[in-house]
């Protein structure tokens, strides 16, 4: 079964940043879309950013101007570089990825990874 498996949270002061990493454990398993969502207390989980398979990236409108996302297919492996964090970043991050399982596609979720902004 495939897992994703993500590192670099943790709790950072606002105005600073976090690298977050998320490494399929198939390098070549074919897979469409890669990306981050993000669920803080109380509130329902949102997209944070995605990038398909040829480099197309949506952002969820909270952070467009201060996260980056890139991916590097050939380890199957998506990063997201947050800058300017604030406080209302704090959520548990999870990743997510779109593989093909034989004939079908389907959704795989990481476990997910706090991160915590605050003085």
């Known amino acids: 079964q495939v897992q994703l498996v993500e590192s670099g949270g943790g709790w950072v002061q606002p105005g600073g940043s976090l690298r977050l990493s998320c490494a399929a454990s198939?390098?070549?398993?074919?897979?469409?879309?890669m990306g981050w969502y993000r669920q803080a207390p109380g509130k329902q989980r949102e997209l944070v950013a995605i990038v398909n398979s040829e480099g197309r990236i949506n952002f969820g409108d909270s952070v467009k101007d201060r996260f980056t996302i890139s991916r590097d297919n050939a380890k199957n492996t998506v990063y997201l570089q947050m800058n300017s964090l604030k406080p209302e970043d704090t959520a548990v991050y999870y990743c997510k990825a779109v593989m093909l399982f034989g004939g079908t596609i389907a959704d795989v979720w990481g476990q997910g990874t706090q991160v915590t902004v605050s003085s």
């Open positions: 198939e390098t070549t398993r074919t897979t469409y879309d």
